[in-house]
């Protein structure tokens, strides 16, 4: 699998502060996807970005694929207490699909 | 619509007992499979993946093995547990064929393992 590094490993914020977390890898990526895993919970697939400098919204969730693809972001406005939870990015390629997931980011809101 | 079960919910085992954890997905078939392996407030490890009956590939050494006796269904076994083999364990499935080569993991409920 392709190695992805992801920061930071967690972030305190006040209820209604943004949030961002980096996912890097040394190597080209042929995709990344993120995940959210809520306490307790399993993982949940977000999105998928492909395209070099790719942007894509899923309400106040903003995620980006760098112009290299050798890293990408996923960035909440306003946070919000049901954004609880550890986001995970991944990575792989080939046919049988080998994904590679970062340490993942755990977001505490505080209300 | 495809769905994925995992067994048992949650276990506590003594050190050097076996285990036996059961997974199967339905609605698709010759589904990709895979074991994740988390441990408490870690990220998630590869342990095995299968690209169909029979075939599994390790990507951990360990104390660990999995079996694919059926298309949809996955199980990881041990002969002897031990206390590190503690944690969340994740079943998933991903279907073949997508555009690109790759698509997302559809993930189980999990298994909390507790050995002690």
């Known amino acids: 699998g392709q190695q992805v590094m992801q920061i930071p490993q967690y972030q305190h914020v006040q209820e209604g502060e943004d949030f961002t977390t980096y996912c890097n890898s040394s190597?080209?990526?042929?995709?990344i996807q993120w995940y959210k895993q809520r306490p307790g919970g399993h993982p949940v697939f977000l999105i998928q970005l492909v395209k070099s400098g790719e942007v894509k919204k899923q309400k106040r969730l903003t995620f980006q694929f760098g112009e290299a693809k050798k890293n990408s972001s996923l960035h909440i406005t306003a946070t919000q207490t049901t954004d609880v939870g550890t986001y995970f990015c991944a990575s792989g390629a080939g046919g049988s699909y080998i994904p590679t997931f970062g340490r993942g980011t755990s977001l505490i809101v505080h209300p | 619509s495809q769905t994925i079960h995992q067994w048992p919910a949650t276990l506590v085992q003594p050190v050097g007992s076996p285990l036996s954890l059961e997974c199967t997905v339905e609605g698709t078939s010759n589904p990709n499979l895979y074991w994740y392996r988390q441990a408490a407030g870690r990220g998630l490890q590869l342990l095995f993946y299968s690209v169909g009956i029979g075939q599994i590939s390790s990507e951990v050494p360990q104390n660990l093995s999995a079996s694919r006796p059926q298309d949809r269904q996955f199980i990881l076994s041990s002969k002897k547990l031990l206390l590190s083999d503690s944690g969340f364990y994740l079943c998933a499935w991903r279907g073949k064929g997508l555009a690109g080569g790759s698509g997302e993991l559809f993930f189980g409920e999990g298994s909390r393992l507790t050995v002690l």
């Open positions: 190597t080209t990526l042929s995709n």
